[in-house]
Nanobody, 119 residues
Framework: QVTLVESGGGLVQAGGSLRLSCAAS????????MGWFRQAPGKERLFVAA????????DYSDSVKGRFTISRDNAKNTVYLQMNALIPEDTAVYFC????????????WGQGTQVTVSS
């Protein structure tokens, strides 16, 4: 079992930055591909970014590419999402998720953290 706890959300003006953190506890953290997803009010949850277990490979949605950076510190069992040049459309609840090796869907989810970008 893996428990994920997000933090770092808040209210920021357009053009500003936030860094989200996701602390993991449970099984060896470095085994898991980790991802960030977001869900705006009334909309489906969408992929934002992902990072391999070693941190050597990353992937981003087109909507955040060049503005957001995903990283991880396996010694601290933590994955981060640095968000720069925020726009109102980035407003959503952001979720951290973990993918067990050989699985095709994310198995573990955090409770989410609210990010609100004002214009």
């Amino acid at each position: 079992q893996v428990t994920l706890v997000e933090s770092g959300g808040g209210l920021v003006q357009a053009g500003g930055s936030l860094r989200l953190s996701c602390a993991a506890s449970g099984r060896p953290f470095s085994r898991y591909r980790m991802g960030w997803f977001r869900q705006a009010p009334g909309k489906e949850r969408l992929f934002v970014a992902a990072i391999s277990g070693s941190g050597g490979s990353t992937d981003y949605s087109d909507s955040v590419k060049g503005r957001f950076t995903i990283s991880r510190d396996n010694a601290k069992n933590t994955v981060y999402l640095q968000m720069n040049a925020l726009i109102p459309e980035d407003t959503a609840v952001y979720f951290c998720a973990g993918l067990t090796p050989l699985h095709t869907e994310y198995d573990y989810w955090g409770q989410g953290t609210q990010v609100t970008v004002s214009s």
